[in-house]
């Protein structure tokens, strides 16, 4: 009678807990963030919406980690330079004021895919929690990597080549940036750019391969964790027999 009483706690518990998965919320933000980003520039209208979104993302993301005070307030003082970003510099990110809070935001990137990589990691078992906490670090990595392709391009105005061909414009931007980054990190490439300098170069392999070695260890993960998990159901079905 306990055991069913337990079964049936543990399957109106995971009813209701899609809700209250904070890593499934910010994956399906960043991912509605990138699906937006190349009409953000239609209208002033979907420019701020934009603007707003991202933003909003920010915050979303110090909230989902659900740090302790300290780091609560490391998370919330690097989320500053990121607000800025797409707020005031978001329409002239050339300035050099500009470019300082760039890398500065970078620190805030760096920051929460630390941490949430020692949360899903430090579990035992997996879950939908680490999963969709794995996809955001994921995807947190295509749009930093983003941010320092397109500082490069603002220090080397030379770095990338774009084929006119295949662009309709001669100026490697935010979205090309942004193109670039998930074409490389997924090893599809990015038909219609090129990297020319050397540290564009460099850094494309860096993105490529640690895109590649991401998905080899998420996956090395998953499967642990869910061989574990079977060799525990094992063990307790035949302590019940």
Avoid at 59 to 87: D, E, K, N, W
Avoid at 204 to 217: C, D, N, P, Q, R
Wanted: proline share 3%.
């Amino acid at each position: 009678m306990k055991e069913h009483a337990r079964l049936i706690r543990v399957a109106s518990q995971s009813k209701l807990a899609w809700y209250r998965n904070k890593f499934m919320w910010l994956f399906f933000f960043l991912l509605c963030v990138l699906l937006y980003y190349p009409y953000s520039l239609s209208s002033d209208f979907s420019y701020n919406l934009y603007r707003t979104l991202f933003c909003v993302v920010i915050l979303f993301t110090v909230y989902a980690l659900s740090m302790g005070r300290s780091l609560l307030l490391i998370a919330l003082v690097l989320s500053a330079p990121s607000i800025i970003q797409h707020t005031v510099y978001f329409a002239d990110p050339k300035r050099p004021t500009a470019v300082v809070n760039s890398f500065l935001a970078l620190l805030f990137d760096v920051f929460i895919v630390l941490v949430i990589v020692r949360r899903i990691f430090a579990k035992a078992t997996t879950d939908s929690e680490s999963i969709f906490g794995a996809l955001c670090i994921y995807l947190f990595g295509g749009f930093s990597f983003a941010q320092i392709f397109l500082l490069t391009s603002y220090l080397q105005p030379r770095a990338f080549y774009l084929d006119p061909m295949a662009s309709d414009h001669h100026i490697f931007n935010r979205l090309d940036a942004v193109y670039y980054s998930f074409g490389t990190m997924t090893s599809l490439g990015a038909a219609g750019i090129t990297p020319i300098s050397g540290e564009a170069r460099l850094l494309t392999i860096m993105e490529s391969l640690l895109g590649v070695l991401f998905l080899a260890v998420l996956v090395s993960r998953l499967l642990s964790a869910y061989g574990g998990k079977r060799s525990s159901e094992k063990v307790e079905s035949s302590s019940f027999d």
